[in-house]
């Protein structure tokens, strides 16, 4: 404990000493997100230095080995690095698919040689992904998919479609399930590739929400040579690294309902409807279900930094990823519909500096989304019930 007490006190110094000021303001919209990636633009030159001093710290990635671009920290020291980064209010320094879902993968399912060419690259920021798995036709039974890779000897050619692929226009690569043996029982028969968007035959279409806006898109392969080294795993092997993958990304989803930066909903209210000679939000109702949502959100966040703590000690349960991924969608629904009250009538606002682009209204209308994608919340309770509870089937 001695040592963990003295690491706190190196990465207090480290933060206060390498986190510019402006980086540790809370992320105002999308823009404010460092993403990374070859078509990626630096908002700042803060934000620059804030992603390369800890990707050169290795701690975008901080339990990573240190030979993929890591920290090769211990779970109690990257829970310190939290804990002190949240207590100075600084910005995860890179979002990226990369480090939530295909890097554990790769560490677990990837040759050597394609730790080495990706890991650090994805540690560093330098390459974008994007995850090619649903399809108009396999959305939550994505076993059925069609899009098709075809080996010719020394490379496959994909050709297919994929849908609901998020930011795949800003995107460098793409790990992708494809189907590689159409004899073969169906899920059997996929594979997982990894290619450059850049690849000839690739290309993609925005999809607009109701909000006005959306990171999602059509992704479309038509004859794309992808060399052989790039399949991850053994051939129509890639359902056990799909499924181990999404874990991750139900995890990482269900990280929207955890308050993360933004200011409790309590005080938030209160600067915007004012307060009683008490101090409360005069508005009985939505005072109670105000505090009913924070201690929900406490309770979220516990349980979130227990089911990792269990994960990191071998002791965990892969099928809890639903629990969490369902509860956060489900809160993540309820923090916007109180903003929207919060706000009242100029929640409306559509267009206008004053509402950044109608932020409120169109959040609001994107939530709706959280309990659909990454698999439903019916989905994910089916999934609880049977793997979890041990309940018969219907």
């Not at 690739?202 to 806006?213: A, D, F, M, Q």
């Amino acid at each position: 404990m001695d040592d963990l007490e003295t690491f706190r006190q190196e990465v207090r110094a480290w933060l206060e000493a390498q986190c510019p000021s402006e980086m540790r303001q809370p992320v105002r919209n999308e823009d404010d997100i460092c993403w990374g990636g070859r078509k990626f633009r630096f908002q700042s030159e803060a934000q620059r230095l804030w992603l390369t001093c800890m990707g050169e710290k290795g701690w975008t990635v901080p339990e990573w080995p240190r030979e993929y671009g890591g920290g090769g920290l211990s779970r109690e020291q990257a829970k310190v690095l939290r804990q002190e980064m949240q207590a100075l209010g600084c910005r995860v320094p890179l979002q990226s698919f990369g480090i939530w879902m295909l890097g554990p993968a790769l560490l677990k399912f990837g040759t050597e040689q394609q730790k080495r060419e990706h890991l650090p690259r994805i540690a560093r920021g330098e390459i974008r992904w994007c995850q090619g798995y649903s399809e108009p036709n396999a959305g939550s039974d994505l076993a059925s998919l069609q899009t098709r890779a075809d080996e010719r000897g020394d490379h496959f050619v994909v050709n297919g479609q994929k849908v609901w692929t998020s930011y795949a226009d800003k995107a460098d690569w793409i790990f992708c399930l494809v189907r590689t043996d159409f004899a073969a029982q169906k899920h059997t028969g996929i594979s997982f590739l990894l290619f450059d968007m850049e690849t000839p035959g690739v290309s993609t279409r925005p999809i607009v929400l109701i909000s006005g806006k959306s990171p999602f898109c059509e992704t479309f392969f038509d004859d794309v040579v992808v060399p052989r080294g790039n399949l991850v795993g053994e051939p129509n092997g890639g359902w056990t690294i799909a499924k181990y993958l999404l874990t991750h990304e139900r995890e990482m989803i269900s990280a929207i309902g955890s308050r993360g930066q933004r200011p409790p909903m309590g005080r938030l209210a209160r600067d915007t409807l004012g307060q009683n000679e008490r101090g409360e939000v005069d508005a009985q109702i939505l005072r109670a279900q105000i505090a009913t949502f924070e201690i929900d959100e406490v309770a979220f966040g516990l349980a979130g930094e227990r089911a990792v703590d269990l994960a990191r000690q071998g002791e965990g349960i892969a099928a809890f990823s639903s629990v969490l991924k369902y509860y956060g969608a489900e809160l993540n629904k309820r923090r916007h519909e109180l903003l929207m009250s919060i706000g009242g009538s100029e929640a409306l606002e559509w267009e206008s500096e004053r509402s950044q682009d109608g932020a409120t209204a169109r959040g609001w209308l994107r939530s709706k989304a959280n309990s659909i994608e990454g698999g439903t919340s019916e989905v994910q309770l089916n999934i609880v019930a049977k793997r979890l509870l041990g309940l018969p089937g219907a």
